[in-house]
Nanobody
């Protein structure tokens, strides 16, 4: 069983930055090669934000965050990050960390094996 714990959310003004962290633990984590971030705004469906491969050499982004958000990972610490810059009010959402066994394309479609509990990000105008 894999546990994912997000942290780093909070309130920030538009144009500001935040870095989210996702600490993974539990047996079997290393077998989950792809990590991703999703978000869910009030009244909306959960949507894909960004994903990163095991090596960190490949990434995918939602069009809405390209050039502003960057995922990274430290496998020695079993931790994944999401650096969020130039934040906009429409980025306000609960952000979820996700782990998947298959490739970037698969997790982007929402085929996730484990979810974190989520962390709230609020961007004020």
């Amino acid at each position: 069983q894999v546990q994912l714990a997000e942290s780093g959310g909070g309130l920030v003004q538009a144009g500001g930055s935040l870095r989210l962290s996702c600490a993974a633990s539990g047996r079997g984590f290393n077998t989950y090669s792809v990590m991703a971030w999703f978000r869910q705004a009030p009244g909306k469906e959960r949507e894909f934000v960004a994903a990163i491969s095991w090596s960190g050499g490949s990434t995918r982004y939602a069009d809405s965050v390209k050039g502003r958000f960057t995922p990274s990972r430290d496998n020695a610490k079993n931790t994944v990050y999401l650096q969020m810059n130039s934040l906009k009010p429409e980025d306000t959402a609960v952000y979820y960390c996700a782990a998947g066994l298959y490739g970037l394309g698969t997790i982007q479609l929402g085929h996730v094996d484990y979810w974190g509990q989520g962390t709230q990000v609020t961007v004020s105008s």
